[in-house]
């Protein structure tokens, strides 16, 4: 994989001049600022016009351009890499809670959207696939008035063959995993190491006498706080935990081996070998380059052990090397703002974080050019995949957890209806071509065509399973719940990145369609996280509105 472009971002910029400039999208320069502009003229100091004082901060984020508008006629197919990361989403809320609306670069809305889980009541499972389907085309929300635009949803959520999958750690195979904590001293804030103490504790408690946990830590050295120990020596793991102390400079890549070298001292053959590391990803000794440290975590994800990454604080959040590692690594990248964010992950969702049931899940969509006349892909800028990749096993794509769901959104113009892409007087070169293959059997009754790709979690060869996706839309009020709640969400996602194709879509519409789904829904929303995200939409107007 090659390095992409990362951006930093920074905190509040404020500008000293005479007209008291602030930046913008920021809500208000500090209290020392203000002060020291309005004590300049009796101090006698004249103040500078444009400069800028900004604080020392690290925040790392992939740039992510929206996937554009597609003809259909030139390009048909869409193929991706299916995404359970929900970093984005709890880095996103962090941001709100804090009074700032998030950088453009750290939403990723296929992680909002599939922060939550979903019931596909209308799914189907075809053939003997660990996972059910679910398709379904409503109207487009935000299309313009001369538009006539539709979603296309693609569902996916693992079940057993029964029918679900056991999510409770009692069921899931025995685990082997490694505790790889970051003790630098960046990481000595309270909403760094003290908070992954305590979801390292929560994690503890559900450990079984067949799982092992081992601790290793790094700063400027490397260190076995804690060699692979039995999961039910809960005092022992415990005080080890305690004893974490953050100070000192950060080398991850001589941490990294050395977790490695533990997780394979403890290798369980049939069982899960994963390292969790928990950093804020400031690592400024040992690395020189993102690849070097892929290329580290491809070659042990080949021999059977995975790696997860999950973030803490902020400053020197170093997002795109986390995602990154998580992604090559056959693990998940998740955000830790609070401890009730800890119990969800470590807690609730333990199955789906470790358990993987389906690997290299990869989806493709051909799109019936007489039907869709463009198409766009909502969110996933980077699991996109080239077509070639979809039947080449060797391309690493994104991994299934026990009990987990995952959603795939598409726009899509119908035929004769306007887009984006005017007329053309003279065609496209392969019309002849498109037109004899489309006049063989025009399907008008399919949109498009579905295959999904993917691997027992001990395989090395791909199972493909397919269905046609019907051209039949309905009005979105009339759309499953799960459908209406994830159109919500990419609604709310799509504002928050300032995209140009929702028109004018607002954080109250995205509140409007949540609120019909909890009311329709109550018992969807056991834990309160969808309303919790309702009261996010309405942070996220409030300081829009401040701009």
Do not use: C
């Not at 090659?2 to 001049?17: A, I, K, N, Y």
């Not at 609306?101 to 003997?128: H, M, S, T, W």
């Amino acid at each position: 994989m090659s390095t992409v472009t990362s951006s930093s971002v920074g905190q509040d910029t404020v500008v000293v001049s005479e007209s008291m400039m602030i930046a913008p999208n920021k809500m208000s320069v500090t209290n020392a600022s203000q002060m020291m502009i309005r004590a300049a003229p009796q101090l006698g100091i004249r103040p500078l016009p444009s400069i800028a004082i900004q604080p020392k901060t690290r925040d790392n984020y992939q740039e992510n351009t929206a996937n554009p508008v597609h003809r259909t006629t030139d390009m048909a197919v869409s193929t991706l890499s299916i995404d359970t990361d929900t970093g984005s989403y709890a880095n996103v809320r962090r941001y709100l809670n804090e009074g700032q609306l998030p950088p453009v670069d750290a939403v990723r809305v296929e992680e909002l959207i599939n922060y939550f889980n979903y019931q596909f009541d209308d799914a189907k499972r075809i053939g003997n696939a660990p996972f059910v389907v679910a398709t379904e085309v409503v109207e487009s929300p935000w299309d313009s008035a001369d538009q006539n635009n539709r979603i296309v949803k693609i569902g996916i959520k693992a079940v057993e063959k029964n029918g679900s999958y056991k999510t409770d750690t009692q069921s899931m195979p025995p685990a082997n995993l490694v505790f790889l904590v970051d003790v630098s001293g960046s990481m000595s804030s309270r909403d760094k190491l003290p908070l992954a103490q305590s979801s390292l504790k929560l994690l503890t408690e559900q450990m079984r006498a067949q799982d092992s946990i081992s601790i290793v830590t790094y700063s400027g050295s490397t260190n076995v706080a804690l060699s692979a120990t039995t999961g039910d020596q809960k005092a022992k793991i415990l005080a080890a935990i305690d004893s974490l102390n953050a100070a000192g400079s950060t080398n991850g890549e001589d941490a990294l081996k050395l977790a490695y070298r533990q997780a394979e001292q403890a290798m369980k053959k049939i069982g899960i070998n994963r390292i969790i590391m928990l950093t804020d990803g400031d690592f400024n000794v040992g690395i020189s380059d993102v690849d070097d440290m892929l290329d580290v975590v491809k070659a042990n994800r080949d021999r059977g052990i995975s790696l997860s990454t999950v973030g803490f604080g902020r400053g020197n959040l170093n997002d795109y090397m986390m995602e990154q590692m998580a992604d090559n690594g056959n693990g998940n990248y998740s955000y830790i703002d609070s401890l009730t964010e800890a119990k969800k992950v470590f807690g609730d969702e333990l199955a789906a974080t470790f358990n993987t049931v389906a690997k290299d899940v990869k989806v493709q969509v051909e799109f019936n050019p007489n039907v869709v006349s463009e198409w766009r892909l909502i969110g996933y800028e980077n699991r996109v995949l080239d077509e070639q990749d979809f039947n080449n096993d060797k391309v690493d794509a994104g991994e299934l957890g026990a009990g987990k769901a995952v959603i795939a959104l598409f726009e899509v113009t119908p035929t004769g209806q306007k887009g984006l892409y005017s007329d053309r007087r003279y065609g496209t070169s392969n019309d002849k071509e498109m037109n004899a293959s489309i006049n063989k059997g025009k399907r008008t009754n399919e949109l498009g065509y579905l295959k999904i790709r993917y691997k027992d979690p001990t395989g090395s060869r791909s199972k493909l399973i397919n269905q046609p996706i019907v051209n039949a839309a309905q009005v979105l009020t009339k759309a499953s719940m799960d459908t209406q709640f994830a159109i919500a969400v990419a609604g709310f996602g799509q504002r928050l990145n300032q995209s140009d194709y929702i028109n004018n879509w607002q954080y109250d519409d995205t509140a409007k369609l949540v609120q019909n789904t909890i009311d329709a829904r109550a018992s969807s929303d056991k834990d309160g996280i969808r309303r919790n995200f309702l009261t996010l939409t309405e942070l996220a107007g409030a300081l829009e509105s401040t701009r």
